[in-house]
T-cell receptor, first 113, second 114 residues
Framework: DQQVKQNSPSLSVQEGRISILNCDYT??????FLWYKKYPAEGPTFLIS?????DKNEDGRFTVFLNKSAKHLSLHIVPSQPGDSAVYFC????????????FGAGTRLTVKP | DTGVSQNPRHKITKRGQNVTFRCDPI?????LYWYRQTLGQGPEFLTY????????KSRLLSDRFSAERPKGSFSTLEIQRTEQGDSAMYLC????????????FGPGTRLTVT
């Protein structure tokens, strides 16, 4: 069962513009969400996270927005840079255990110079 | 560099052979996780350890798979009688209990079963 979905397999933006990556989830019991970035031949690298009690978290050029009623979160990258080109995974963790993470299928972001 | 390391990085094996992968987590992390990632998909949880105890296993972890973390430090994942469907990237991650929720991933071991 695909509880975390990233419906856009790819996204291409121009350098300096905003990148918006989207993620939807189906299970309202998730209480923590994370974004990971993955370059080829490397493992996923943690980028930014948000607790379900918040609706926004910002870290430099990266902002994550959470809309619990819509079961939707998004990652905004402003301004986008060519070095941001990678696969971005959305992930979610259940309540008390916070053990296994459920990942989306990923979105490949390409930032063109 | 004191990140998560995995060995080997690549493994090619023939169907029916056994393979073993190793993961060395970040030293102060007491939780260690194994994931599998296939092409076009995100990582899928397989199992996790807290110290040396294996506390949870996914239904994806068939009886041909076994994982150990004998001294609560490094971990091994063994696949017996490999099948072509086992071809995937096997990722290891670690985190510390009581710390932040993010897990830190190693570079993965890419398994190809021919």
């Amino acid at each position: 069962d695909q509880q975390v979905k990233q419906n856009s397999p790819s996204l291409s933006v121009q350098e300096g513009r905003i990148s918006i990556l989207n993620c939807d989830y189906t299970n309202s019991m998730f209480d923590y969400f994370l974004w990971y970035k993955k370059y080829p031949a490397e493992g996923p690298t943690f980028l930014i996270s948000i607790s379900s009690i918040k609706d926004k978290n910002e870290d430099g050029r990266f902002t994550v927005f959470l809309n619990k009623s819509a079961k939707h979160l998004s990652l905004h990258i402003v301004p986008s840079q060519p070095g941001d080109s990678a696969v971005y995974f959305c992930a979610a963790i259940f309540g008390d255990n916070n053990n296994d993470m459920r990942f989306g299928a990923g979105t490949r972001l390409t930032v063109k110079p | 560099d004191t990140g998560v390391s995995q060995n080997p990085r690549h493994k090619i094996t023939k169907r029916g052979q056994n393979v073993t992968f190793r993961c060395d987590p970040i030293s102060e992390h007491n939780r260690l996780y194994w994931y599998r990632q296939t092409l076009g998909q995100g990582p899928e949880f397989l199992t996790y350890f807290q110290n040396e105890a294996q506390l949870e296993k996914s239904r994806l972890l068939s009886d041909r798979f076994s994982a150990e973390r004998p001294k609560g430090s490094f971990s091994t994942l063994e696949i017996q009688r490999t099948e072509q469907g086992d071809s995937a990237m096997y990722l290891c991650a670690s985190r510390s209990v009581g710390g932040s929720y993010e897990q830190y991933f190693g570079p993965g071991t890419r398994l190809t079963v021919t």
